[in-house]
């Protein structure tokens, strides 16, 4: 696949820790690199994997917990996703290798917590997609966010998991009250929590020229929907995009660290948009929610990886 992608991560102007971090990896054996970039493979017969998360804890354990839980994943989707035959693969292979990534992540993360006091309460937001097949497949735990941008459309493709969320839901807020709401960054799933991971799934078709998004809080929080979808359609490079969004969010105060990660669909493989077409964002197939075993998972996933190597 060809694919132009750039991602950016700032400690932005109050935090003392950037505890961000971001991933992206072709899931063909290569020890997978956080808050780094490799080249585009020129062959990803499995997709390419592109990840964002936000840490929490305090002192160093948010920083362990983002990195950590897409280091994990990364790990995971190659074990049971990308070094199986591609004329095997199914959409439903691909959305469990999702969903027991971030239940594999999860507990890592709350097993690295339960082992220092110092980390206790660590946890990380995650928004993943896997571009395969012609779709984005994502997943999503926490307030990161993905959207696509559809010449001329905008699209948030997930959903907070926070409270607010919860409350509008509800019909305890509106959309405008929960703008300002003191508690509008309280997330409700994380890796790393003590109760079962309740991740969202979903797909959306892929046109060539789309442009895929990924971000932390640090940066939707700050820059609209409205000025976001404008750097898009100035159809700069991923990186100089992204440096403006950036720039924006160092203006507005920049609260918490930004991160984003920007994925230009450019291969000539994509259909072309069909005029008129809607975005449609679909859920995923039934499942069965067995998911693989985890016990000793990880050290045999890191030294397939050091097999491929």
Known sequence: MLIDYAAITHLGRVRKNNEDAYLVSAMDGEEPMVNQLRRTPKVCQMGLLAAVADGMGGAAAGEIASREGLASIAVYMFGHWGRFPSNRATEKDLYRALLGAADCASSAVLRYSDDDRTARGMG?????????????????????RAYLYRKPDFIQLTTDQTLVNEMISSGFLTPEQAKTHPQRSMITQALGGPHPLKAELGKVTLRRGDRLLLCTDGLHGEVGDDQLKEFMHLSYSPRRTLELMMEVALEHGARDNVTALLLALDDPAFPLPVPGENVHIAPPPPLDTELPEKVGLLSRMRRLFKGKS
């Open 124 to 144: 990380s937001t995650l928004t993943a997609a896997v571009i395969w097949n012609g779709y984005a497949h994502f997943i999503q735990v926490g307030d990161s």
